[in-house]
């Protein structure tokens, strides 16, 4: 058998055995989703139906997705043909444009569609007439850090032409960088690496190979996320120099910047008044958003405050005292709006 020959059938004993291992895994309905012990690094991987890689911002939601959560039972998030959460944005601008930046606790992970806070403020504006026609753009990602989010809404976002902008980060930023390198030391990689990669994760025997490879890798390297010791992936001057330059970036295009301070579950509503890790550090976090706010003479909504006065607003902080539920976003939406509202935020 000549060469040619033996390179055909190789070939095609490779397309043989990919067609089997997609037949056998669709038809079985296996998950091939990998939750890896560092979400920051593979979020494309833990969850691929929704993320696919980006070269700027390291990943971004798929568009054109209806995904039904495996961490939240029977839930369902609707993601449009421009890779957000929420309706689709027209180039005409026809109403008060509003855009929510933030991270998971913005894209609503864990509520439904019309549950999160940025549409129940759209909801809320309209119903009270307030600037006549309001639009509000959900530009949160989950996973997303402020040097994400600064690059999301330089590239995208401000393209829009928001009348203003919510800003609220610090969940993701002071979480532990994946061996040591923090998110604006992160390699850019190749567009056409990045587009190949993108290609490849829709086959089911690519991510069969991702599962079945990487819990080995991350064995090796996986350590426990600690919020006391090692490298953040933002360092609390580079969350403050972020901030402002998103501020910054809105004030050129005449954009309003507004700060929202992230609340998270307090230590006396559900941890019997003791200070937790997650606390602690998320405090120093939340104090350099006050911080920039009155450098750069921005508005600042403490939702911190508010949620601290209800102590039905996180299901189950033990698991997760960052992600809030559909009452706290409902919240969230009434104490923004009510500012927005008063005559003095309404300049």
Known sequence: MNLL????????????????????????????????PAFSLHPDIGFPQVYQKCCRQFWRLRPDMTVHSRAYEGLVYTINGQGRRGPLVSDEKRCYRIVALGNSCTFGWGVADD???????????NNRSWNGCVSVINGGIPGYSSFQGKRFFEDELIRLSPDLVLIMFGWNDHRQAKNGIRDSEQPMKFPAI?????????????RFLRKTLLPLIEKRNAKPESYTSGVRRVTRDEFFDNLRQIIRTARRYNTRPVLLIPPVASSDNYFNGMPTELGLIHSTYQKEIVRVGQYNKVDVIDLQKVFDERSDLFDDAYSDAMHFNARSHTLAAEVIADFLITPVAAK
Request: charged content about 15%; hydrophobic content about 50%; aromatic content about 14%.
């Open 5 to 36: 020959a033996r390179t055909f059938l190789a070939i095609m004993s490779l397309i043989l055995f990919v067609a089997t291992i997609e037949g056998v895994t669709a038809f079985g309905e296996i998950d091939l989703s990998y939750q890896a």
């Open 115 to 125: 549950e999160t806070w940025p549409q129940n403020l759209e909801n809320i504006l």
């Open 194 to 206: 990045v587009y190949l990669q993108n290609q490849l994760s829709r086959l089911r025997f690519y």
